[in-house]
Every structure is written in C-alpha cells, then in structure tokens.
C-alpha cells in the first residue's frame, strides 16, 4: 500500500498562506496522480484539488478556486498545495492520497485506495 505523508499545517490568520507538503519515499511522482483533500470539524471529507503530474492536468474545487495552487518537484518527489488568502472554513485536516484520474473537471479514486494517512492540520483565525 502506498504510503504518503502530509505535512506544513499550522495556526494563521485570516488572510495568511501556507504551504503543504505531500512526500512518498516508495514511490515516485513523476508519474503520479495525486490529490488534496479537507475535512473540516464535523464535516465529511472532499476533495479540493489533484494534479496528473505527467500531463499537468490540474483540478480545483470551486472554493479554493484562485487562491490554491497544486505544483510538483520531481527532484524533491514531493507534491505541494500553495494555499493563499486562507479563510476561517479553510481549517480542517488536510489530507494527500494517490487516485486513478485527475482531470481538469474532478478526479477518481484508485478501486484499490486503503487508509488515510494523518494528515496534517490547518487552524485560520479570523
């Protein structure tokens, strides 16, 4: 199973940026389809953003339309989400997982997906 790890969360204001990171140390991105996904307190978990490295094709949910930006680093075998102009319903665990597709209008999850990693918090203060 593959195995990723989020990290780069923390406490900002209202208005701030961070940057997440997503690293896999058996597998390699450059031919990965990798996702973001948020899970606000109570809420279920969806997924906002993913990029098929190979193609460039990238994928924004509405929401965080404008203000998140999905990249890759081959030579750091990491996928990054840039966040800017973080709001308070922006907090949550932010979670990274490999999918079968992304495509510029959504993505699909692998058939064969298992656990969440622990992803990583984010707290937006107003």
């Known amino acids: 199973q593959l195995r990723l790890v989020e990290s780069g969360g923390g406490l900002v204001q209202a208005g701030g940026s961070l940057t997440l990171s997503c690293a896999a140390s058996e597998f390699s991105f450059d031919e990965g389809v990798i996702g973001w996904f948020h899970q606000a307190p109570g809420k279920e978990r969806e997924g906002i953003s993913c990029i098929n490295v190979e193609r460039g094709t990238k994928y924004y949910l509405d929401s965080v339309k404008g203000r998140f930006t999905i990249s890759s680093d081959s030579a750091k075998n990491k996928v990054y989400l840039q966040m800017n102009n973080l709001r308070p319903e922006d907090t949550g665990v932010y979670f990274c997982?490999?999918?079968?597709?992304?495509?510029?209008?959504?993505?699909?999850?692998?058939?064969?997906?298992?656990?969440w990693g622990q992803g990583t918090h984010v707290t937006v203060t107003s």
């Open positions: 997982a490999d999918l079968d597709v992304c495509s510029t209008s959504g993505f699909v999850m692998e058939a064969d997906f298992g656990a």
